[in-house]
């Protein structure tokens, strides 16, 4: 399996939108609905924001959302904040339990 | 609490084994699966296999099949991962990440990961 294709970088002010994008293949990302989100901080695990492409864990601010049209996915942060500079992973189940993530955006909040 | 505790870094050279544990504790070991990602520097993560502690099944990701192996203790809660003809390529952060009842959602809890360097 290929990973997912990330934008490399995404910025932008505190208070502001921005949106990552995810695409797949219609093996992963446009064939099942778990798509699922991942925040970094560097040295840190990853952290689980989203999954089921549009689900937050409890604990996740409704700052972040995510949606998902034929086989890209796409993760909104709204009204940014500076600790949302971090980086991005996506991940799809690909079938017969396998997974495939994608290379990560680093979001930088200005 | 949930936690997932592994093992400290690992140096070895190539064509080596190294064996990482993951000690869960705060749930029911046997209720949920546990995974292993890597993740090289400036990389994304990459999925390496799964591991269902109740039966020991397990699977790989195609490109690891036949060099690695997940297993378990039950007694003491705790998952392996043995990675074996280590080379170069495999430096990387090791993590253990459990899956939700029924695998949803996944990856919910990880471990701290498990520096690996791979060098002669």
């Known amino acids: 399996q290929s990973a997912l294709t990330q934008p490399r970088s995404v910025s932008g002010s505190p208070g502001q939108s921005v949106t990552i994008s995810c695409t797949g293949t219609s093996s992963d990302v446009g064939g099942y609905n778990y798509v699922s989100w991942y925040q970094q901080h560097p040295g840190k695990a990853p952290k689980l924001i989203i999954y089921d492409v549009t689900k937050r864990p409890s604990g996740v601010p409704d700052r972040f959302s995510g949606s998902k049209s034929g086989n890209t996915a796409s993760l909104t942060i709204s009204g940014l904040q500076a600790e949302d500079d971090a980086n991005y992973y996506c991940c799809s189940f690909a079938g017969r339990y396998t997974f495939v993530f994608g290379g990560g955006t680093t979001l930088t909040v200005l | 609490q949930v936690q997932l505790v592994q093992s400290g870094a690992e140096v070895k050279t190539p064509g080596a084994s190294v064996k990482v544990s993951c000690k869960a504790s705060g749930y029911t070991f046997n209720s949920h699966d546990i995974n292993w990602v890597r993740q090289a520097t400036g990389q994304g993560p990459e999925w390496m296999g799964w591991m269902k502690p109740d039966n020991g099944d397990s699977g790989y990701a195609q490109k690891f099949q036949g060099r690695v192996t997940l297993t378990r203790n039950t007694s003491i809660s705790t998952a392996y991962m043995e990675l074996s003809s280590l080379r170069s390529e495999d430096t990387a952060v090791y993590y253990c990440?459990?899956?939700?009842?029924?695998?949803?959602?996944?990856?919910?809890?990880w471990g701290q990961g498990t520096p690996v360097t791979v060098s002669s």
């Open positions: 990440a459990r899956m939700g009842l029924g695998g949803d959602p996944p990856f919910d809890y």
